[in-house]
């Protein structure tokens, strides 16, 4: 977490989220021991964070049973897709990205709402996320990137739909961030998809 770039009311937001995400039993109580700590809130935030991490990777702290038991989860198949979260009221938008050419290297989760996609990310680690959504005002678009970068650092956004107002580009967000006008042109989204994900690929690297 960037604890700088979030007001405390979006920090109790995160940790609001992060609290419905479904967990096993073990995970659970490990969650409440979290819960009743006296750490602050970004620490408790990290530690939810690591925990879900953890599950995703059947780290030694993801529950997980003995070969062979009953309910013993299956190892997991690294996926060569990208995960991707759409936030997509109607399902239109997220229906047509899993027909096109993008779902050769893009796997996509949708959510209705955009915050619902804050324990998504988390769960997936998710690289990107495109929002088919207008936002209301200018600090909206920036509050919403910081929120989704708290919980992955390296995440992009997609906004799908130009707002009638300038967009104060600071840093970190202008070079994180696309605007695609509508009608959508999905040859512009492939392109702008590839080049935000190639620009996290080449981060890592460094």
Request: with cysteine; charged share 35%; net charge positive.
């Amino acid at each position: 977490m960037d604890p700088l770039k979030l007001s405390e009311a979006d920090k109790h937001l995160i940790y609001g989220l992060l609290l419905k995400t479904k967990r096993s039993g073990r995970q659970e109580r490990k969650l409440l021991a979290i819960v009743r700590s006296s750490m602050e809130i970004d620490a408790k935030i990290t530690a939810i964070l690591r925990l879900t991490r953890a599950r995703m990777l059947n780290e030694p702290d993801a529950d997980s049973r003995k070969d062979g038991e009953p309910g013993a989860a299956a190892p997991r198949k690294k996926s060569r897709r990208e995960n991707v979260v759409v936030v997509d009221s109607r399902a239109e938008i997220a229906t047509l990205l899993k027909k096109s050419s993008l779902k050769r290297s893009l796997l996509f989760s949708r959510v209705s709402e955009r915050y619902d996609a804050i324990p998504l990310i988390s769960e997936l680690r998710a690289p990107l996320v495109i929002v088919n959504e207008v936002l209301e005002t200018q600090e909206e678009y920036s509050r919403y990137f910081w929120i989704c970068r708290a919980i992955h650092r390296r995440v992009r956004v997609i906004f799908l739909g130009r707002p009638s107002f300038a967009v104060a580009v600071g840093r970190g967000f202008g070079e994180n961030t696309r605007f695609l006008e509508k009608p959508l042109s999905f040859e512009k989204l492939e392109e702008s998809s590839r080049e935000l994900l190639q620009r996290q690929e080449s981060q890592v690297e460094r």
